[in-house]
């Protein structure tokens, strides 16, 4: 099945980039919120991204407004009725993306497919509440989506080897290269594998053993991590770090996914990392 018409749910930093990523790859795209607010800091933080690559070199003026042009965007999620591939990417709630399917399901001819893009949430749970369990799929897109090369393709419990083909074929398309799980994992493979570690960076933080700038630099220079695992989490958010490990935790009951104390603490604060201006470090 080749994918003509891309939609994206959720005009946040996952949301846009997906959508900017494939605008850039010549897909005309919309991109929905519910919120007016949240498109306009949407488009406002895509157009400065395009004028810095224009400003370096990368890019010329009639490419940004090209990209600009191919990106349609609405509060109106019944427009994807007439979309082949739907990409949620909003917040990490269950519930949310539940309702969120639900509506789809009706919406969308019975041939679309449906994305989520979560870390940590069931594919299957999120596919129970449609018609069409077999067309669900999970793809993790890594911030930021326009630059990250992998994409997580994460399978439900029915989720079919034609849909799984679909999703590999979209996510090269994009220039991506796609890894897939054999079954539903919960947070896939990358998240899985580094949340304890970032939660054990957290605690050695908070342990008072060494300042977030050494802890990183460790890390950095000692086991060749390009990114310190404490701007790590403030990159990623604290928040959806803290829902992440609450997820894994809760399915797993595995101590090493316990969300740590601190991370509770600064989330409490609102102190949630680069989006905030302040999360390990101040931005």
Same mark, same amino acid.
């Given at each position: 099945?080749?994918?003509?018409?891309?939609?994206? !749910?959720?005009?946040?930093? =996952?949301?846009?980039?997906?959508?900017?990523?494939?605008?850039?790859?010549?897909?005309?795209?919309?991109? *929905?919120?519910?919120? &007016?607010?949240?498109?306009?800091?949407?488009?406002?933080?895509?157009?400065?991204?395009?004028?810095?690559?224009?400003?370096?070199?990368?890019?010329?003026?009639?490419?940004?407004?090209?990209?600009?042009?191919?990106?349609?965007?609405?509060?109106?999620?019944?427009?994807?009725?007439?979309?082949?591939?739907? !990409?949620?990417?909003?917040?990490?709630?269950?519930?949310? +993306?539940?309702?969120?399917?639900?509506?789809? &399901?009706?919406?969308?001819?019975?041939?679309?497919?449906?994305?989520?893009?979560?870390?940590?949430?069931?594919?299957?749970?999120?596919?129970?509440? *449609?018609?069409?369990?077999?067309?669900?799929?999970?793809?993790?897109?890594?911030?930021?989506?326009?630059?990250?090369?992998?994409?997580? !393709?994460?399978?439900?419990? &029915?989720?079919?080897?034609?849909?799984?083909?679909?999703?590999?074929?979209?996510?090269?398309?994009?220039?991506?290269?796609?890894?897939?799980?054999? +079954?539903?994992?919960?947070?896939?493979?990358?998240?899985?594998?580094?949340?304890?570690?970032?939660?054990?960076?957290?605690?050695?933080?908070? &342990?008072?053993?060494?300042?977030?700038?050494?802890?990183?630099?460790?890390?950095?220079?000692? /086991?060749?991590?390009?990114?310190?695992?404490? /701007?790590?989490?403030?990159?990623?958010?604290?928040?959806?770090?803290? /829902?992440?490990?609450?997820?894994?935790?809760?399915?797993?009951?595995?101590?090493?996914?316990?969300?740590?104390? !601190?991370?509770?603490? =600064?989330?409490?604060?609102?102190?949630?990392?680069? +989006?905030?201006?302040?999360?390990?470090? +101040?931005?």
């Amino acid at each position: 099945m080749e994918i003509k018409k891309p939609f994206v !749910i959720g005009g946040g930093i =996952m949301g846009a980039g997906i959508g900017q990523l494939c605008a850039q790859k010549g897909f005309d795209v919309f991109v *929905t919120d519910v919120s &007016d607010d949240v498109i306009n800091k949407a488009k406002d933080k895509i157009a400065k991204g395009l004028q810095r690559r224009i400003e370096k070199g990368k890019i010329t003026q009639k490419d940004m407004d090209s990209v600009l042009s191919r990106i349609s965007w609405s509060t109106d999620m019944d427009l994807a009725r007439e979309s082949d591939f739907v !990409i949620e990417a909003v917040y990490e709630d269950i519930d949310l +993306k539940k309702d969120i399917f639900k509506s789809l &399901d009706a919406i969308c001819s019975p041939e679309t497919i449906l994305v989520t893009n979560t870390t940590a949430l069931s594919v299957s749970e999120i596919a129970s509440v *449609t018609q069409r369990p077999d067309k669900v799929i999970g793809m993790h897109f890594f911030n930021p989506a326009v630059i990250m090369k992998l994409v997580e !393709i994460i399978r439900g419990d &029915d989720t079919s080897d034609a849909t799984v083909e679909t999703a590999k074929a979209f996510a090269e398309v994009l220039g991506k290269v796609p890894v897939v799980t054999f +079954k539903e994992a919960p947070a896939g493979i990358v998240s899985r594998v580094l949340a304890s570690l970032l939660n054990e960076a957290a605690t050695v933080y908070a &342990d008072g053993i060494a300042s977030a700038e050494d802890i990183d630099e460790a890390m950095k220079l000692g /086991a060749g991590h390009p990114i310190g695992p404490l /701007a790590l989490i403030d990159m990623i958010g604290l928040d959806i770090h803290l /829902a992440k490990m609450e997820t894994l935790y809760g399915k797993l009951k595995d101590e090493r996914y316990r969300p740590p104390e !601190i991370i509770k603490q =600064m989330v409490g604060e609102g102190k949630l990392g680069r +989006k905030t201006g302040e999360g390990f470090y +101040k931005y």
